[in-house]
């Protein structure tokens, strides 16, 4: 008789938006999951439901040093992902970025874990190649004020290469593209929590510049779908997969394609929130802020049979329901 | 009366080409000099002659642990430069660079210490601007074989950036250029360094693709002077620098934008050694081998009353006597 034991998942970053949702997920299907988060941008009110699932762990740990621990799969979601949180100490950014991707990595190469690490579309910065494929190599800033995060993503991807290349540890990476949905940080001054927030407290939308700018946003469980369903794959189908599309290292994009202006989002809220008094203001644009940025998921589509599921409209209720619970 | 002591510097990298003759320099100013190296592409030999100075010392230490001292002045040069040698151990290229920084930069904000990093012409990666301002923000891969050098070096860029701006660290940076001269390691696959050598055994000169890619040479003091004239510029100066030209932090280009056609280079060598039996050949180009690269020096030259002195070929003359002594 064969015993299954559950499988061990670490997940960094577990008290965040994401985060949390992937702890969920991988208890849904029967992980052992172990949370460690630092609680700088994370909140444990978004796992208080998970406490009580004796699979569930909760530490609380900075990525910063190393952790040990036997696991069959690592997901690394810890950093700060919001200019406002994560230019709050560049130099930590930094360092979670870099010295915790390479102490998670050191965990992986000594206990044979599959990693599966969280990069961004930040790395094509103020991209000139639209939509983004993941063979363009990016146009950021090394020395402004985003370039902590940016620059840190795209060490930390570099890092990961080079493990896998020189000591074989199986990481698989996936650059997401603006994601929104319930246990999003109400401040964390991104553009969805900021208009649902403002419209809900009928304060006026902020929109930078003309509002001409487009973004692309992805529903936070058609994410975690995408992140499961690269980890299910097995290494030599994957390995397979980097031949045959020459990509160096299994590094694909993770959003939804759909493109809109900041003012038609601003738009969208308010015809979702009709009660609310607000308007639109416009205010100049900050440093570096990208003018464009869309993903190309054909690769996504090919490795994972993906593609996101939730329309626009749909994501905003659920996340305009969460946000309401909290004024 | 006033009581003059000596300045004290810290030099890391010190035992490598450009670290031996900066610590040359920084004697023969009247410099107290402490010079440290992990001796991985650093040779000893290339400080021999410093070592009865009693204002020298040489430590062995890897720059990827802390390191402490009163120093006025660093130089940070610590890192292996040249594809063989970086992509010996891509991991610890990164370390080099990204650890490495930290503890420069937590050394310099404890004992405000002066600091001059190196960064390099690889944050342009292979260049769509031509010829390269240091606006310029690069094309560079994060998952190929040369990233562990590129992101390194641009990540080490970032974290100065940030210490300087957050912290106020006086960090003046500048990315050199390919420069060559005497106390170049023999084997670093470097093109000056390898058509010299192979020109001195009569082997034929390995060009890489059609050899009609360029580059631009520096010789080695030209940097050294540069260098050195950055540093004694006063802070005031050096930030209202930086607001006149809207530098971020100061970071300039130093290099020779004299381009020549790696076959040029070749084609010269040869002619200044005509009893050699070579001839060229041609292999295939590396992967993200960067097509042309030449600095635009405006900002060194205003910022530094600087421009490059010595010409390709009385730098090859220099050169070729040093590896003469070595074969």
Redesign the interface.
């Known amino acids: 008789m064969e015993i299954k034991l559950p499988k061990k998942a670490l997940v960094t970053g577990a008290a965040g938006f994401l985060g949390s949702h992937l702890c969920r997920q991988l208890l849904s299907e029967g992980y052992e999951v172990t949370a460690i988060d630092n609680l700088f941008t994370g909140n444990k009110s978004n796992i208080y439901d998970l406490m009580d699932d004796r699979r569930f762990s909760f530490v609380l740990h900075d990525v910063t040093q190393p952790f040990w621990g036997q696991f069959d799969e690592i997901y690394n979601l810890a950093c700060p992902a919001s200019p406002v949180h994560y230019q709050h100490?560049?130099?930590e950014t930094?360092?979670t970025s870099?010295?915790g991707m390479?102490n998670i990595l050191d965990l992986a190469l000594k206990t044979k874990a599959k990693v599966l690490h969280t990069s961004t579309s930040e790395?094509y910065?103020d991209p000139l190649v639209h939509p983004q494929v993941e063979s363009y190599?990016?146009?950021?800033?090394?020395?402004?004020?985003r370039?902590?995060y940016d620059?840190?993503k795209?060490?930390a991807?570099?890092?990961?290469?080079?493990?896998r290349?020189?000591?074989g540890v199986d990481v698989r990476m996936v650059r997401i593209f603006n994601t929104y949905g319930p246990n999003m940080h109400p401040k964390d001054g991104r553009v969805i929590s900021n208009f649902i927030m403002q419209a809900l407290c009928d304060e006026d939308l902020t929109l930078f510049g003309d509002g001409l700018q487009t973004r692309s946003f992805q529903y936070c469980s058609d994410l975690i779908d995408a992140m499961r369903r690269f980890m299910r794959l097995s290494r030599v189908d994957v390995d397979a997969f980097c031949v045959k599309h020459s990509?160096?290292?299994p590094?694909i994009n993770v959003g939804n394609p759909g493109e809109y202006t900041i003012k038609e989002l601003a738009q969208e809220t308010l015809k979702l929130l009709p009660d609310s008094k607000s308007k639109l203001v416009y205010k100049p644009l900050p440093a570096d802020d990208p003018k464009r940025r869309r993903p190309d998921i054909i690769l996504a589509k090919e490795l994972l049979g993906w593609q996101p599921k939730v329309p626009l409209c749909e994501g905003l209720k659920k996340t305009i329901a969460y946000f309401r619970e909290m004024v």
Chains 1, 2 share one sequence.
């Open positions: 100490n560049p130099v930094i360092k870099v010295i390479m790395v910065g190599w990016g146009n950021v800033n090394t020395i402004g004020i370039s902590c620059e840190g795209r060490c991807e570099t890092l990961a290469a080079d493990y290349r020189e000591y990509l160096g290292s590094v």
